[in-house]
């Protein structure tokens, strides 16, 4: 009975008291074993497989779901219901011409995700029934993937990935340690260090394994790679121990075991719950601001649809309202239609006018757009200018539907460290207690040529000094999380050897921990390795030392800084503690901090990345008081990260400074020659970085992004504590707005007198800036007048910025009145956040992992690849995309215009003015391709030229080419080109006669004269007119052009001979027979089309010649230089061909 209470005592305390702490772990079984009788409450959870569902859809929902989601894009679902009125009610043209290009469309569409989809069944497929080995009742068993569940005890064996989320609990190493590489997780080759449980290490054998008697508390499935909270409860004679367990006993699915001749684990989340399935989450959808404009457009096109059915209903009643005018004969209405209420015979008119004038929408035009940026954006993949042999990698297009938004960037955000730097730090010097050490030519572990003495400054220090000496450099020999390496290489890559002896190569996922280990190295102090958690240092005397590693305090963004707690063999305890100047020196209580400070500072400005270093001695009693803290705080499952930081900050206190370190972290390759051509196409460069103001400042004069007559506008804490951020904010304004204001007025000005502004702000004031304290009453308007600064500045720095300020920087700028188009780049996890939140996220393919090109739009392998990304294929993108939405609204109003005014010569009758055929083949077969193909390869200007003159993105900016007056303009003369089509082919069937045989004929051109001829010539000019205005708007021509533009219009008149030569049996009516021959057999309509197309395009060459003439844009006048160029080259080369002729005429 007690153990019945007791358990429902766990049971209450669990889910009804205390069920606001419980809601969010799990309580995992290992190896299914029920816990010791009174222990705790064996409750068995439900947890999903190991199946991974990457698929959308299955076999049985796919048509249904794919339908839905079709359908609720907006001309989709508008093309279905005009199919529908067509099946519902008598309209005058056939279902057919609805329903087919919606097929068309919808089939297409579907076919593509369906494949896309089967693709990724089949990875599922490949993923789910591979093979894992289960250790089940003292023996090891295979079995699929997708059969493991939590709590089964997993052997995973070398170089094999780990199927699931999995808790370490013992290696084949004596110290429980396994070595992973997480490159298919984070793209991070490097060996991370994990740890097995400390109870459960020594357990090696599958019987000892199998014994294991322990339940796990964790918490739920978290998206978060890096974070993991839970505890081990052991039960030893039935009593439980506690262990803590965090990420670094956590195996994550993918990844990969190195190293390490096999391990045992737990499966903890399984399936669809592993973090890395999480993480397969879609993104936020983003929209092109292309595609905004094409939806206005859209509106626009649907109210004129509706307005022109409007108007011939209420014309058609008008018409009617005369006696003599009644319904005609051959609309086939019965009686009782005819006795309608009138008002549902207007709706059914209005309904039955909106199906004769829909083909205005262009529904094709949704999978041309589809089709354009899919295939296009394999341009971009396909570059050879952007691949680099040295990653053997390509750019990436993870997202086709932002490629001309590309073409339209106003803003570029940009991170430092790894973007515009390469990332690859070489160890420069160290300062001691104001003593400087020089170890020249040490990159990354390779020692440079002609390196072989050490170059040290101002080296005469006393013997205290010298005991500080040794001491900073055992610091940073032990404090890392560096690993050790025997063998020559490292994943393929040679690491280098010294002075040809066998030596070890350090790993970390830090490369500056390498530089500064290396850099030790060099200065004669070599870290060994770590081994039963001692780590071995080879000092001076080549005399080894161990310490015993007892407690690591983890780097984090928020501290900047980590710590190691050692003890010497002779027993002495000390903490060692390195990071940023601005998290080491508050703590700091005596050393000697000015003359570092002052080298630190002295080294930022030369843009050395630093790294102060410090050290507290710890008493056994303080020891123990640490561990207390530090135990507390892991063990608990509930907000443990703050508890840990919590304890952190009461541990790294009252330190001792020992010195600094200085490594160089070099610029990339065309960094600076990039940012000037981004500065010249009109795009603003903002860096955003976490590192310090001197640093980020000396790197932006590097990378040119500031020029030395740039004059610099600082917005910064140190600024702000002594005058009011009011006062500061108030004082940056008038300067940069009495400049702009002269600048205005007087733009004949001399480009001297012109002063180019750069702001540099800090994190803290940046802070204060977007959310103002309450007490300040001037606060409401801090964030518009910073903007307003920012606007008059060429370029801006943040630095000392958390990854979150960095999103809310792009969001200000993103969200301001302007609305500009914002780009973001960054190669780091801290920089996923900006990359989400811009217009465009693109994601370098550097040291920091892959989470940025995860998460990116497009990916490239090094910062100088955005100048061609942007300037070449976001320009060709652009103007491709805008002329195919242009082009696509024109031929549309050209095709139905003539079909309006038709209704004014057939009594409003919605008598059809083109067959079905022509009604239905227009968009899907006569007009697609060239303007498909020429969305494809167009490029107006040489790509060469684009790369060397970016002043020629400034014609496109700011959507430009789909603003209204062109949009406008394009309507126009599609109505133009229908006016002239339908009253030039009417005029020439002005006058009519009777032939011999009872058939009406024109006297002008002897032609039939009937209304499917009379339609059949306008639709004739219709197709060549559209067509040849491609074939006039074209500057990159193509033997595929020739094809394309040539082949459709012969399709048309093959199409046209079949559809009227020949009678088909599978139609209930043969009113196009003979009457396309009949018509080309007449002279005079041949000259009539001919006219007829040439007074069509007219205007419009007029209009482009004289525009070209008068007010020339910049890309005009260097399509004018280009043409003039290549004439100039081809008759040099035609005279100096008659010049050759000529000579060999005179020597014979």
Not at 239 to 254: D, H, I, Q, T
Not at 489 to 518: C, M, N, R, W
Not at 560 to 575: C, D, Q
Not at 677 to 682: D, F, M, W
Request: net charge negative; glycine share 6%.
């Amino acid at each position: 009975m007690g153990m019945d209470l007791s358990t429902l005592r766990t049971l209450i305390s669990r889910y009804c008291v205390g069920e606001e702490n419980w809601v969010d772990s799990r309580t995992v079984y290992i190896g299914h074993k029920e816990p010791p009788p009174g222990a705790e409450a064996f409750i068995q959870q439900r947890f999903p497989d190991n199946r991974i569902v990457s698929s959308k859809y299955t076999f049985w929902n796919f048509i249904p779901k794919n339908m839905f989601e079709q359908f609720r894009r907006i001309a989709n679902f508008y093309f279905l219901i005009i199919f529908l009125v067509q099946l519902i009610i008598d309209t005058p043209t056939s279902p057919i011409t609805s329903g087919l290009p919606l097929f068309f469309v919808i089939t297409v569409t579907a076919i593509k995700q369906g494949y896309e989809d089967w693709l990724r069944h089949k990875a599922d497929n490949a993923v789910n029934q591979c093979p894992v080995h289960v250790l089940q009742h003292g023996k090891v068993i295979r079995k699929q993937s997708r059969k493991l569940r939590v709590g089964d005890i997993v052997f995973v064996k070398e170089d094999e990935s780990f199927p699931c989320d999995l808790i370490l609990l013992s290696s084949s190493r004596d110290d429980g340690t396994c070595y992973v590489t997480t490159a298919s997780l984070d793209g991070e080759s490097s060996h991370k260090t994990y740890y097995a449980v400390q109870d459960t290490k020594a357990y090696n054998a599958e019987k000892e394994v199998d014994s294991i008697h322990a339940t796990i508390e964790c918490e739920q499935p978290q998206p978060d790679l890096y974070k993991f909270v839970g505890r081990i409860n052991i039960y030893m004679n039935n009593e439980p121990v506690a262990r803590p367990l965090g990420s670094e006993n956590l195996l994550l699915r993918g990844a990969t075991l190195k190293n390490t001749e096999y391990i045992y684990a737990v499966a903890i989340y399984t399936g669809m719950e592993t973090k890395m399935a999480l993480n397969y989450q879609t993104k936020s959808q983003k929209r092109s601001a292309v595609e905004k404009s094409m939806n206005a457009y859209l509106v626009v096109y649907l109210c004129i649809l509706i307005s022109k059915a409007f108007i011939n209903t209420v014309l058609k009643y008008a018409w009617q309202s005369d006696p003599i005018r009644d319904e005609p004969w051959y609309d086939q209405r019965t009686e009782a239609e005819r006795e309608r209420h009138i008002l549902i015979r207007a709706f059914t008119d209005f309904l039955a006018f909106m199906v004769l004038f829909n083909y205005i929408i262009p529904v094709s035009m949704y999978v041309t757009v589809e089709m354009q940026k899919f295939l296009g954006s394999y341009f971009i993949m396909w570059d050879d200018e952007m691949f680099d042999p040295e990653l053997g990698e390509r750019a990436v297009v993870n997202t086709s539907d932002l490629n001309e938004e590309l073409g339209q960037v106003e803003y570029v955000f940009t991170d430092k460290t790894g973007t515009l730097t390469e990332n690859n730090m070489e160890f420069i010097e160290c300062c001691v207690d104001g003593h400087v050490y020089v170890a020249q030519a040490i990159c990354n572990g390779q020692v440079m040529p002609g390196a072989d003495t050490m170059d040290m400054i101002d080296t005469s220090p006393g013997p205290e000094a010298r005991e500080h000496e040794e001491l900073f450099f055992r610091a940073l020999c032990l404090c890392h999380t560096v690993q050790v390496k025997e063998e020559e290489t490292v994943d393929g890559i040679k690491q280098g050897i010294h002075h040809g002896k066998s030596t070890s190569f350090y790993i970390s996922s830090s490369p500056d921990e390498v530089a500064l280990v290396e850099g030790m190295k060099r200065l004669g102090f070599t870290y060994l390795r770590l081994k039963d958690s001692h780590m071995e240092i080879l000092n001076r005397e080549e005399e080894i030392e161990r310490f015993e590693l007892l407690e690591v305090l983890t780097f984090d963004s928020v501290r900047r800084r980590m710590s190691v707690i050692v003890r010497a063999s002779t027993g002495e305890l000390y903490l060692f503690c390195k990071g940023a100047d601005s998290s080491i020196f508050p703590r700091v209580i005596s050393g000697k901090v000015d003359q570092v400070r002052a080298r630190v500072e002295h080294n930022a400005v030369e843009g050395l990345r630093t790294l102060c270093v410090a050290y507290r001695p710890l008493s056994p009693a303080q020891y123990q008081e640490v561990c207390l803290l530090l135990s507390g705080a892991k063990l608990a499952l509930q907000d443990r990260d703050k508890r840990l930081a919590e304890a952190y900050d009461m541990i790294e206190k009252d330190l001792i400074l020992l010195g600094a370190t200085a490594v160089e972290d070099r610029l990339q390759e065309k960094a600076a020659d990039t940012i000037e051509s981004l500065h010249k196409a009109g795009m603003k460069v903002w860096v955003l970085t976490g590192d310090k103001m001197e640093t980020a400042a000396a790197t932006c004069y590097a990378s040119k992004l500031f020029h030395r007559n740039t004059q610099i506008l600082e917005l910064t804490t140190k600024r702000t504590e002594e005058q009011s951020l009011h006062d500061v904010l108030f004082d940056l304004s008038r300067t940069v707005l009495r400049q702009h204001g002269g600048m205005s007025r007087d733009m004949s000005g001399l480009s001297s007198d012109y002063v180019d502004y750069g702001l540099i702000i800090d994190g803290a004031t940046l802070s204060t800036v977007m959310k103002p304290s309450q007490e300040d009453s001037n606060s409401g308007n801090y964030k518009e007048i910073f903007l307003e600064i920012c606007r008059n500045c060429s370029a801006v720095l943040c630095c000392r910025m958390a990854p979150l300020q960095k999103a809310q920087v792009v969001k200000l700028i993103k969200t301001s009145k302007e609305h500009p188009i914002t780009l973001a780049v960054g190669d780091g996890a801290n920089d996923v956040s900006m990359i989400l939140e811009a217009h465009v996220g693109i994601g370098i393919m550097g040291k920091e992992g892959r989470q940025a090109v995860r998460n990116s739009d497009y990916a490239i392998p090094k910062f100088k690849h955005l100048k061609k990304i942007l300037l070449v294929h976001g320009h060709y993108y652009y103007i491709r995309i805008s002329e195919l939405v242009q082009y696509f609204f024109y031929k549309n109003v050209c095709f139905i215009f003539p079909q309006f005014l038709y209704q004014f010569f057939c009594g409003f009758s919605q008598q059809p003015l083109y067959d079905t055929a022509y009604l239905t083949l227009y968009n899907i077969s006569f007009t697609s391709l060239p303007i498909l193909l020429y969305s494809l390869i167009e490029q107006h200007i040489n790509m060469d030229i684009l790369k060397k003159d970016p002043c020629l993105y400034r014609d496109i900016a700011k959507n430009s080419l789909l603003r209204w007056p062109i949009f406008i303009y394009w309507t126009v003369l599609g109505v133009y080109d229908a006016i002239v089509m339908f009253f030039g082919a009417y005029f020439l069937f002005d006058n009519t006669t009777f032939t011999s045989n009872g058939q009406l004929m024109t006297t002008n051109t002897q032609m039939m004269f009937g209304n499917w001829t009379f339609g059949t010539l306008v639709f004739t000019v219709l197709v060549f007119t559209v067509t040849f205005k491609l074939a006039l708007d074209t500057h990159y021509w193509t033997w595929i052009n020739h094809f394309v533009i040539w082949g459709s219009l012969i399709f048309f008149v093959v199409f046209s001979l079949l559809w009227g030569g020949i009678i088909w049996p599978f139609l209930n009516y043969q009113r196009m027979y003979y009457v396309f021959m009949q018509m080309l057999s007449s002279g005079p309509a041949w000259l009539s089309i001919v006219l007829l197309i040439t007074a069509s395009l007219l205007p419009d060459v007029l209009q482009k010649v004289i525009w070209r003439a008068l007010w020339p844009t910049t890309t005009e006048r260097i399509q004018h230089v280009t043409d003039n160029r290549v004439y100039e080259e081809a008759e040099a080369c035609l005279s100096s061909d008659s010049l050759l002729g000529g000579l060999a005429v005179t020597q014979a």
